[in-house]
């Protein structure tokens, strides 16, 4: 995996996101996002999370 990690980042200039996918994913998991990413030669998004619900009150606005 680390050699796939490294092609991930001389290909895209930049590291894989792991963490963003390790709670989802296992290691075999991880392997197959990198490996499509550069099959298809386009980086890998991280999936947007939502936000959470302001409360109306205003206690966690910020």
Known sequence: MFELLCEYARTFGQDFPISAV?????????V??????????????VPKKETAKVKENGKNKK
């Not at 390790?22 to 991880?30: C, K, L, P, T, W």
């Not at 197959?32 to 998004?45: G, H």
Request: glycine letters at 4%; aromatic letters at 4%.
């Open 22 to 30: 390790m709670d989802n994913s296992n290691e075999n998991g991880v």
């Open 32 to 45: 197959q996002i990198v490996q499509k990413a550069l099959a298809e030669n386009k980086p890998f998004e």
